[in-house]
């Protein structure tokens, strides 16, 4: 089928790392992305990474892929209340020959002073 | 400088209606994408357009027809609204069919 996984809701505590992960479907995906979601507003591009790639980090925000096992997390260091948002994972499909994004179930994370 | 811009922002009509979303992006993208968050926050794509060509229509009731007068703009048009499109629609465009999507602000559908 064409569900890409994520557990519901994440709850950390100020300046602690949070992880959040997913799992998607489609090995041949190219490339695999995140999303943040604050709440009433649009999606925001986190950072994507390439699908020959196990490791990305930008800033706090460390990707990792295991292709294998089709699981893809984001680990956010130093997490702060404004991290608190819905993060959607989301990976590239093939169409006929078009790319389309099959988004996971979104991760609601709140972050607590 | 909003890259991605929709209008209107929040909708509100009966049962019935015909309305329309309006979506431009100012980055010169040649492909541009409707998708549709539901109140579970399940996104799903609707339709691609490739420079003012669909590509991808993901089995979408033709009461909803996508219209691109040009490759900067993809407008969405509901006829016979119902209760069940009430959700909130999302505009996005990229450089080309294989690459990063930007996202507009989302257009919230309410359907009374």
């Known amino acids: 089928g064409e569900d890409v996984e994520q557990s519901l809701f994440l709850s950390v505590r100020e300046g602690d790392s949070s992880v959040i992960n997913c799992t998607y479907t489609d090995s041949s995906s190219t490339y695999l992305y995140w999303y943040k979601q604050e709440p009433g507003a649009g999606l925001q591009l986190l950072t994507y990474i390439f699908s020959n790639m196990d490791m990305k980090q930008d800033q706090r925000l460390t990707v990792l892929l295991n292709k294998k096992d089709k699981h893809l997390s984001l680990r956010i260091a130093d997490t702060q209340t404004g991290d608190s948002a819905i993060y959607f994972c989301a990976e590239s499909k093939k169409n006929t020959g078009f790319q389309k994004l099959v988004f996971g179930t979104g991760t609601r994370l709140l972050v607590s002073p | 400088d909003t890259a991605v811009s929709q209008t209107p922002k929040y909708l509100v009509t009966q049962m019935g209606n015909d309305k329309s979303i309006k979506c431009e992006q100012n980055?010169?993208?040649?492909?541009m994408y409707w998708y549709k968050q539901d109140s579970k926050k399940f996104l799903k794509i609707m339709f691609s357009?490739?420079?003012?060509?669909?590509?991808i229509n993901e089995t979408v009731p033709n009461r909803f027809s996508p219209k691109s007068p040009d490759k900067a703009h993809l407008n969405l048009h509901i006829n016979s609204l119902e209760l069940g499109d009430s959700a909130v629609y999302f505009c996005?465009?990229?450089?080309?069919?294989?690459?990063?999507?930007?996202f507009g602000p989302g257009t919230r559908l309410t359907v009374l």
């Open positions: 980055l010169g993208h040649d492909t």
């Open positions: 357009y490739n420079n003012k060509e669909l590509i």
């Open positions: 996005a465009s990229s450089q080309d069919r294989g690459d990063t999507q930007y």
